[in-house]
């Protein structure tokens, strides 16, 4: 945006000069009509994105909400299309099971969309796999995950949660309250 100010600066500053040296002539009155509409043209060109259509953003009051047994937990979700499709499913209850001493896991019911790419997860990280299945970490990993949101408790918080056994999540969506 700074460089068309600065054209239009140049280019003002430019047919200044050119209309002191012959005012009144057909050519300067060419040469300004032209930076003119080049002018208009930059302009348009830096409004065109703020008139094109927008993403629809989620309701900023409609949040989802996650709770781990009996215990709801901070959450802050991704914004992308694995979470939107999986508040479209809201809510769900998912029978969780340990896995590998780092992990649980639980089918969703159906496949969501998915953008797995490889990741290297932290406790706490929440994370769509093979589309279907929502995978919580209390440990560490690397593998091909689609991102969903991340609980916000440390790692022992998280131990304390998930590291006992099998779990059930419940995931709603709702008004803030």
């Not at 300067?28 to 994105?49: D, G, N």
């Not at 929440?126 to 560490?140: A, H, K, P």
């Not at 998280?158 to 709702?174: F, K, P, R, W």
Request: aromatic share 6%; glycine share 8%; proline share 3%.
């Amino acid at each position: 945006m700074k460089m068309i100010e600065i054209f239009t600066v140049i280019a003002m500053m430019i047919l200044s000069g050119c209309a002191a040296y012959s005012s009144g002539s057909s050519e300067t009155q060419s040469v300004q009509e032209q930076a003119a509409q080049e002018t208009a043209v930059a302009e348009q060109t830096v409004q065109e994105p703020a008139d094109m259509p927008q993403i629809e953003e989620t309701d900023k009051e409609e949040t989802m909400r996650l709770i781990i047994g009996e215990t709801e937990v901070p959450v802050t979700w991704e914004e992308n299309a694995s979470v939107e499709a999986l508040r479209q499913l809201c809510p769900l209850t998912i029978q969780m099971s340990m896995y590998g001493g780092f992990e649980q896991v639980g089918p969703i019911g159906q496949e969501i969309v998915s953008y797995d790419e490889q990741t290297k997860t932290e406790p706490g990280d929440i994370v769509l796999y093979s589309g279907d299945q929502i995978v919580i970490f209390y440990g560490n990993n690397s593998w091909a995950y689609t991102r969903l949101g991340h609980v916000d408790l440390s790692q022992e918080e998280m131990a304390e949660l998930l590291a006992h056994g099998d779990a059930t999540i419940t995931i709603s969506a709702g008004a803030e309250e």
